[in-house]
Each structure stands twice: as structure tokens, then as C-alpha cells.
């Protein structure tokens, strides 16, 4: 496995260009956001059916999907994980009061698709095509790279 650093370092061959940096700084959150708020949209039922229980055991699918992405992020670095997680749940937070507000599969949905179409015009503008065509995995890495811009 590649160290977190070696990501970040590949990450920003195609994130070079100030106006794609600033898109990314947008949208990749967005992006984020959108995608728990698509888990959180998720019935609970859906688990107590599949595994045949009376009573859910969970409010909805947004934490349990935080927690198996926020592994990956253990594994490349405890400080990056604890910095996600605290994204994360601002990220949970958001789509819950949200919710409140608006059907949040159909605001998610919209997030997200207005995000990418963000995400592909800062690519046009850099000239190299988005590091995820190259690996999967680099869909977890902008998220942490964004952090670290923030953070330091």
C-alpha cells in the first residue's frame, strides 16, 4: 500500500492549475457530503429485512458507511482518520438537519451531480484527466488531500 504521502504526491501531478484547485476545494466536499447523504437516505429497514430482525439497528446507513471509509484512512495515517472523521461528522450532521428540510436522496443526487459537473470543468481548465481513472482509491485521497490543504 502506497504511503499517504505517495498519494499526495500523485494527487497533485493532475491538480496543478489555481482555478481546479479552488474547484476541488468546493466540490470534493461536496461531493463527500453528497455521497453520505445518499447512505443516510438509506431505510434502516432495508438491514433488519436482509437480516430478518424485528427492530433496526441502526438510525440509517450514514455512520456504519463513515466508519468502513474512515479504515482506509486509519490505515494511511491515525492523525489524517481523526481529521475525516471530524469532516465526517459535520458531514452527518449537515444531512440530518437537511433532511429535516428536504427529501435528502433528491438533494444529494443534485449536490453530487452539480459537484462532478464542477469536478470535470476543473479538469478541462488543468488539461489532464481526474487521478480516479488511474485508481479507484484516489476517490478517498481528495477528500484527505482537500484536509490537508486546510489544515496544513
Not at 1 to 15: F, I, N, P, V
Not at 70 to 91: E, H, N, P, T
Not at 109 to 136: C, V
Request: glycine share 6%; proline share 5%.
Amino acid at each position: 500500500m502506497k504511503t499517504l504521502d505517495q498519494w499526495y504526491t500523485e494527487y497533485a501531478l493532475s491538480h496543478q492549475h489555481k482555478t481546479n484547485i479552488k474547484i476541488h476545494f468546493f466540490c470534493v466536499p461536496a461531493i463527500y457530503f453528497s455521497i453520505i447523504g445518499f447512505f443516510m437516505s438509506i431505510p434502516p429497514s432495508m438491514l433488519s429485512q436482509t437480516l430478518n430482525l424485528e427492530n433496526p439497528l441502526i438510525e440509517n446507513w450514514g455512520a456504519p458507511a463513515v466508519s468502513i471509509i474512515l479504515l482506509f484512512y486509519v490505515l494511511l495515517s491515525v492523525r489524517l482518520a481523526l481529521k475525516m472523521l471530524l469532516f465526517s461528522a459535520i458531514c452527518i450532521l449537515g444531512n440530518y438537519y437537511l433532511s429535516i428540510i428536504m427529501p435528502l436522496f433528491y438533494t444529494s443526487l443534485a449536490i453530487f451531480f452539480i459537484a462532478w459537473i464542477g469536478q470535470f470543468y476543473g479538469h478541462y481548465i488543468e488539461g489532464k484527466k481526474p487521478s480516479f481513472f488511474k485508481d479507484l482509491q484516489f476517490l478517498l485521497i481528495g477528500p484527505a488531500w482537500v484536509i490537508k490543504k486546510i489544515f496544513g
